[in-house]
């Protein structure tokens, strides 16, 4: 039975709970809602939870099990001698489980029949060839252990599907009949629901945070692997950076950290000034027209995906210095793709981001200091000066700092405008690239999850990780303090 | 409704520092001050008084174009200054904030130490030559605002850490840092014990010997202690103005009567 129908089934096993819930709840109460202790819909709910949740988690937990199970029993069907040489066992079992999925599909379009599906054997007909008629994908010739082992597995996961539909199931009425055996006019139904709402609340909380800790320890496992194979006083010392597939790479991660430094110092020289003029502009001076206008203008310009930045790095900010500065300027850029590209597209990038967080925060400073200013005879830019950003400095700081982390993680902008030669150099028009875009590159194509050229990616996913992550803590620890600030 | 004959016999005593005539004030369409015509006098303390929401802070921001920075107030009518129209266009509203100045309803002091918000404005319209000098206002300021004695071992810490009366005596001492004129003065001891009032009375009272001094408040104990002349709102009319004692012991006005009796409010 799919999923999808159990599901349904629990649906409305629940929905016939809450109704005989309800009405259960009402007769206890001799038909008077006054003599309940909670709500009639909160009986209904009650018995309708008791329903749902208990299966439900069934469900998962199975459906997660389930593969496990049937991959350890598959395995040992699998002899040695049916593993060739250079494949692994992990490669074979993926096979199988390619192979009866073929078999599965190709008995649901009728193109083989399912006695045939069953006891087919590899070494009589040829199954691989039928498969391929009926439009399955498989990639090699179907042998006779991997044919036997996915016919097991076929057969084991229709049982185990069959036996947790019907437990399942069988849960689900069992929630139904013990939510019902509750029900009379005392039961304080209302609690009940009220603790399984937050019940509810604290899974999704936890799964956000539990997600973050898993994220975070694959970072660690592989980076602490990574380490196993390349000494880390070489990773954080050597001056170059210079994978090679083959073997012999030096993996400095210096140059990697100057490119990003390099880059994001030139986005922030653009965007701090002009967000944060654009912030003072927009909050002290604009009038109510133009501020509705320009404000969500500025605002669009966050909106725009990264990817687009660096489009218009790689066909618009390149050429256009590349002309100024290039061989037929004043001949100080070789190519269009430079440091100075990438960090004026991300600096453009990060304008919005800057001057909106600035300008909240410029909004924030009470308007009773203003009159105060005013009051002694100051202008406007002295108002600003003196009493306003000083106010609102470390508001605009933790914004800075964000802006900051964003430059650092930033990836496509880099790709596409900075190149790819790690470089250790002052020049900003040189080409230069920053730890994410070198992150993209060791591990794209395919590359074998056991060499330190793949598992440096994880390292500087770390080292990029605990960056950002001191960042964010600084900016948030001084965006609290300024917060406190007016009270 | 108010008496012209009265305003006419106190112009001989001291000369008119305000002048306002037929003022109107708006916010969008709430019509906040109908048609007021008043006369503030030079070396005089003038009390508002008047029921909450009477329009007395709007009319004292009226005197020194605070009310400019609110964008839905619209003000009409003339108030001249020393004869000068201080609504004409050609009087910078900087220049006149310098010259009136004001101490808030609620205080309000910068997140700056204390010796700054005090330096502020002399540093602002360049009132210090040398440091000693500046040293020199902060010190007569905060000693003229009655706070010198809890503050002078602290000078570097900020304002905003300060009491709230705390806070509304280094306001006082803030404005009068700038040696302004007239001195607008929005409900400035509500916030304060007895003995930071009367000390501030006692400033307002020394004051009086150079400037005019405008104060909104809600005791009628302290309009009838520091002021000689007394304006009462109500709803937006100016409903009688003259010398204090007369408005305190023989109103023209019933409305005026029934207000400082306690029986409107
Ligand atoms: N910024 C504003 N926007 C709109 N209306 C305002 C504004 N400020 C004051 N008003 C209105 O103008 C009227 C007069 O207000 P004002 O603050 O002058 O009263 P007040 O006499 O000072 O009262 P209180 O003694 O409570 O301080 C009130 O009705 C108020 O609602
Ligand atoms: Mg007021």
């Known amino acids: 039975m799919p999923v999808i129908w159990l599901i349904v089934i629990v649906l409305a096993l629940a929905a016939a709970g809450f109704i005989l819930g309800r009405t259960r709840a009402m007769q206890s109460a001799g038909g008077d809602s006054r003599h309940l202790h909670s709500l009639p819909t909160y009986y209904g709910s009650n018995v309708a939870l008791k329903a749902v949740v208990p299966a439900m988690l069934l469900m998962v937990v199975w459906l997660v099990a389930q593969p496990f199970y049937v991959n350890g029993v598959v395995s040992g069907m699998i002899p040695d001698s049916a593993i060739a040489d250079g494949s692994s066992r992990g490669l074979v079992l993926a096979e199988v489980r390619r192979a009866a999925d073929g078999l599965d599909n190709a008995v649901a379009q009728g193109a083989i029949s399912e006695e045939f599906a069953r006891n087919a054997r590899a070494d009589f007909t040829d199954v691989t060839t039928r498969l391929k008629e009926a439009g399955q994908i498989v990639t090699t010739q179907i042998t006779q252990p991997v044919l ?183 001949g100080w850029m070789g190519g269009q793709r430079a440091v100075i590209t990438a960090g004026l597209a991300m600096g453009i990038m990060l304008i919005p981001f800057v001057s909106s967080l600035s300008d909240d925060i410029i909004n924030a400073v009470p308007q009773a200091m203003r009159d105060g200013s005013y009051g002694l005879g100051a202008t406007k830019s002295e108002t600003i000066k003196q009493v306003i950003l000083p106010a609102a400095l470390p508001g605009i700081v933790g914004a800075v700092l964000l802006a900051t982390s964003r430059a650092i993680g930033e990836t496509m902008i880099v790709v596409l405008g900075a190149g790819a030669a790690a470089r250790l150099s002052l020049n900003p028009f040189e080409a230069m690239t920053t730890v994410t875009a070198k992150i993209v590159s060791q591990l794209t194509g395919d590359s074998d999850f056991a060499s330190p050229e793949a598992l440096v990616a994880f390292a500087l996913g770390m080292t990029l990780f605990i960056m950002t992550l001191g960042l964010n803590v600084f900016a948030l620890y001084i965006v609290r303090k300024y917060r406190e600030q007016y009270d | 409704m108010y008496d012209a004959p009265h305003t006419e016999r106190d112009v001989d005593q001291q000369d008119i520092k305000i002048s306002a005539r037929k003022v109107q004030v708006y916010y969008g369409t709430t019509h906040a001050i109908k ?174 010997q150079d400037y005019s001094v405008v104060i909104v408040t809600h005791s009628m104990q302290q309009a009838a202690r520091v002021s000689q002349k007394t304006a009462f709102f109500h709803l937006g009319n100016l409903v009688e103005f003259g010398d204090t004692g007369k408005i305190f012991t023989n109103p023209v006005d019933s409305r005026t009567e029934s207000y400082i009796t306690g029986r409107i409010g």
Request: proline fraction near 5%.
């Open chain 1, 148 to 330: 036997r082992a996915a016919q097991e597995y076929r057969v084991i996961n229709a049982t185990g599907n069959m036996i947790m539909s019907g437990v399942v199931i069988l849960v689900a009425l069992l929630g139904v009949f013990w939510g019902l055996r509750e029900t009379n006019k005392d039961f304080r139904a209302r609690n009940v629901v009220e603790k399984s709402v937050m019940a509810l609340l604290i899974a999704a909380a936890s799964i956000a945070v539990l997600t973050t800790v898993g994220i975070v320890l694959s970072l660690i496992f592989n980076t602490i692997e990574f380490f196993r194979l390349y000494p880390a006083s070489e990773f954080f010392g050597s001056l170059t950076w210079a994978p090679s597939f083959g073997g012999g790479s030096e993996l400095g991660v210096l140059p990697l950290l100057w490119g990003t430094f390099y880059i994001s110092l030139v986005a922030l020289i653009v965007a701090v000034p002009i967000g944060l003029f654009a912030a003072v502009y927009l909050s002290e001076y604009a009038s109510k027209p133009v501020r509705s206008f320009a404000k969500p203008m500025l605002e669009v310009l966050a909106g725009i995906p990264t990817i687009v930045y660096g489009l218009f790095a790689l066909l618009t900010i390149g050429p256009m210095l590349l002309s100024v500065f290039g061989p037929d300027g004043t």
């Open chain 2, 35 to 208: 048609d007021v015509d008043c006369d503030i006098e030079d070396k005089t303390v003038t009390a508002f008084i008047g029921p909450s929401g009477c329009g007395k802070s709007t009319f004292l921001r009226c005197l020194n174009r605070m009310n400019d920075t609110i964008d839905v107030c619209r003000v009409e009518g003339d108030i001249s200054i020393d004869g000068e129209d201080i609504y004409d266009k050609r009087v910078d509203p900087v220049q006149l904030r310098a010259k009136v100045g004001m101490v808030f309803q609620k205080p309000n002091p910068f997140p700056k130490s204390i010796y700054d918000n005090i330096a502020y404005g002399p540093r602002i319209h360049g009132l210090a030559k040398s440091k000693a000098d500046l040293d020199e206002i902060v010190e007569k300021s905060l000693r003229r605002g009655a706070i010198w004695d809890e503050v002078k071992d602290r000078l570097d810490a900020p304002g905003t850490g300060l009491s709230g009366g705390q806070q509304q005596r280094l306001c006082i001492a803030r404005a009068i840092a700038t040696e302004p004129e007239v001195l607008l003065m929005d409900e400035p001891c509500s916030a304060l014990d007895p003995i930071a009032t009367s000390q501030v009375e006692e400033l307002i009272d020394e004051l009086r």
